[in-house]
């Protein structure tokens, strides 16, 4: 597998990876969080996540988007902010050995049995027993923190969690919480990056807090912000458990700065096997077949895609998504690398040809669910919604593996595998297969405390993070996380997608600068409302960029 792991540039909020909705998606769920969010044309993700990890140890939102969502991610602002994912998303984001989003779903029955081996959807094969996980004893989580007294501190920790997010991530801290006697404090919102910006510069930064992706990283890691993570955390073991990728996108000039909790897969589309049995629909394998099944369902009289690009202050987020998984399966992926560090310009034509083909399904009124109106004002993480209507409103959606929580949480009886399921974005040009784009939550430490260190510490254990892969919603960016820990079968899926995957790439936008991210959302909202304007909105976004990386090179 071929992971990208190169050093990002610029500070950048990533989107990627949804959260609860309250339900608005990744971000929008206001928890206290809010959706991935949904700037006004021209305003920054989530998603968060930066990129191309490995597989296993693998990446690319949060939202972040939100973004996905979820991080978004991916992509997850906030609702007010995005933190709340996500999807990259909402369930995290994300891949990575067993990753992600933004969200954490309810758990769900075993799928993709076939009839032989199991008649009735629910039962679980006996070749994927789920794991039944105890909660950690307190012997147990003090063999990993340490035995410091640290009773009565508390941890301010914020993050874009909100929804079934926060619930789970505070099921996560709980039995760490009650072993050492101190307390998270812990704040939603869904623009992360423009309030951590705002208390940085008045100097009470939060102990701890999710990181919009590498690019935010590098710029709080050579601005003095950050605490050094290896003057308390182990690096060869760290690396073992997460591997170079992961470990190399967390720092920033060699020094370990963040650390990746849970990742996304994002190179899918959702769909109800069901409702492809019943009309005969095979599942797409390429671009044209995937085009042709969309005009079929036209010519039928009915709508193939939702597509939701709302996310308050990071709305465009999910289109970034598109263009990066088209650009990966129409060049190769040291040009994908060329163009988020901007290596060539936004006008190149393999830039150019990844959002014309964009625009062939999203600036398309008779593929939209609701046409263009209700693509921009759809909230990412409600956006599949529709597909489960009875008859459906629409047939494929694409977005990260945190969308599922979002899901979940919307139609409970619902069982993954047999109810929804997802293929792999098709391939386009056949030389270049079907790469995995990825994002993940990142997290980091501004004030360097017993309890501080403790917590991030326990964050960072395969017994933490298989709390939240056990609820759903969630891979895992440690290693050491089983497959058998997620509670259905689609999510052992994507782990293992993650790690086979022949090339992973993380999230662009969330490694490119914040300003340069802020001009590709707000771009994206222009170009499917006016996909004429192609030439405008990528000069646009060139100018942005121009500055952005200058500046970003005289640091």
Partial sequence: MILAACQPVGTTPGVE???????????????????????????????????TPEAGVTPEETPAETPEAGVTPEETPAETPEAGVTPEETPAETPEAGVTPEETPAETPEAGVTPEETPEAEETPAETPMATLEPPTTEEVLAIVGDEDISGQTVSFLAQWGGSEQESFLAMVAPWEEATGATVE???????????????QAGNPPDISGIPGPGQLIEFGRAGNLVDL?????????????????????????????????????????????????????????WDELIALSDEIVAAGETPWCIGLESAAT?????????????????????????WMHDIPWTDESVSNAWDMFGTIAANEEYIQ??????????????????????????????????????????????????YTFFVFPAIDEQYGTPILSAGDLLAMFNDTPAARSL????????AQQIWAGRGGFLAANTEVTPDVYPDPIFQEMAQL???????????????????????????????????????????????AEGAYQEEAAQ
């Fill in 230 to 286: 290896s003057t308390f955390i182990d690096t060869d073991e760290f690396t073992q458990q997460y591997g170079e990728s992961w470990v190399e996108l967390g720092s920033v000039d060699d020094t370990l700065y963040g650390v990746f909790m849970k990742v996304s897969a994002k190179s899918l589309v959702w769909y109800r096997p069901d409702v492809f049995e019943e009309r005969g629909w095979a599942v797409p394998t390429t």
């Fill in 17 to 51: 990876e949804p959260t609860a909705l309250p339900e608005a998606g990744e971000e929008t769920p206001e928890v206290g969080v809010t959706p991935e969010e949904t700037p006004e044309v021209g305003v920054t993700p989530e998603e968060t996540p930066a990129e």
């Fill in 370 to 419: 609701g046409g263009i109106t209700g693509e921009l004002a759809t909230n990412f993480g409600e956006s599949p919604f529709p597909m489960f209507q009875d008859p459906p409103g629409c047939y494929m959606h694409r977005q990260a593996s945190f969308i599922t929580d979002f899901i979940q949480q919307q139609f409970p009886d619902l069982e993954a595998g047999t109810d």
């Fill in 186 to 200: 812990y704040e939603g919102t869904r623009d992360t990056n423009a309030v951590l910006t705002t208390r940085i």
């Fill in 315 to 339: 709305s465009g987020w999910p289109g970034t998504d598109w263009i990066e998984d088209i650009m990966l399966r129409t060049a190769a992926p040291e040009t994908y690398d060329q163009w």
């Fill in 498 to 544: 993650l790690q086979e995957a022949e090339t992973v790439r993380f999230d662009a936008s969330d490694l490119m600068p914040a300003g340069v991210q802020e001009a590709f959302l707000g771009g994206i909202l222009e170009f499917v409302q006016n996909p004429d304007q192609l030439d405008g909105v990528l000069q646009n976004i060139e100018s942005v």
């Fill in 456 to 463: 991030m510490t326990w964050l960072a254990s395969a017994e």
